[in-house]
T-cell receptor, first 113, second 109 residues
């Protein structure tokens, strides 16, 4: 199994509070991704990174920011959590650009009350 | 805008082959075709990918149409553990790996 760990695995937070989710990899893969998954929407890309300090927006980036200060960690921050951000968040990593497989973490279930 | 089209659901009987179709009529010459699956309460799992030629691995086979506008994931003998949502994705040079709704495969004993 690819070395990819998401933390926390579960979190309940209040509306308006900041939240940071962490994705840690031990594979030294260049590319990292954050997705959210909601019933009826499948997986939607939030942000991705193609190297240290190199990130770009996905299709649902509003309300989220990311940072990647080192290869192994990709952080997703909700600056002020809202109930619409209640979701399951998945991190993924891949070695190559578009011709290699990606590995997914087990997910973080976030509930905003 | 996932750029692929898949049936919402399919059913199969256990130990029979399953053919999961995917249409990608706007595929470009450098787009790879990837398949992932997601079992209940788990993250997506890589199944197979290819560019032009058919591909086989221990999990499945990928048949790619000659014009590359469609592909088919083949599970040679479905098991109950193959029940999952299967996603067909184009890996393009934008590198943003966008998933669609996928096909929910039900395997009947």
């Amino acid at each position: 199994d690819a070395g990819i760990t998401q933390s926390p695995r579960h979190k309940v937070t209040e509306t308006g509070t900041p939240v940071t989710l962490r994705c840690h990899q031990t594979e030294n893969h260049r590319y990292m991704y954050w997705y959210r998954q909601d019933p009826g929407h499948g997986l939607r890309l939030i942000h991705y990174s193609y190297g240290v300090k190199d990130t770009d927006k996905g299709e649902v980036s509003d309300g989220y920011s990311v940072s990647r200060s080192k290869t192994e960690d990709f952080l997703l921050t909700l600056e002020s959590a809202t109930s619409s951000q209640t979701s399951v968040y998945f991190c993924a990593i891949s070695a190559g650009q578009f011709n290699t497989e990606a590995f997914f973490g087990q997910g973080t279930r976030l509930t905003v009350v | 805008d996932a750029k692929t089209t898949q049936p919402n659901s399919m059913e199969s009987n256990e130990e029979e082959p399953v053919h999961l179709p995917c249409n990608h009529s706007t595929i470009s010459g450098t787009d790879y075709i990837h398949w992932y699956r997601q079992l209940p309460s788990q993250g997506p799992e890589y199944v197979i990918h290819g560019l032009t030629s058919n591909v086989n691995n221990r999990m499945a086979s990928l048949a790619i149409a000659e014009d590359r506008k469609s592909s088919t994931l083949i599970l040679h003998r479905a098991t109950l553990r193959d029940a999952a949502v299967y996603y067909c994705i184009l890996g393009d040079n934008n590198n943003d790996m966008r998933f669609g709704a996928g096909t929910r495969l039900t395997v009947k004993p």
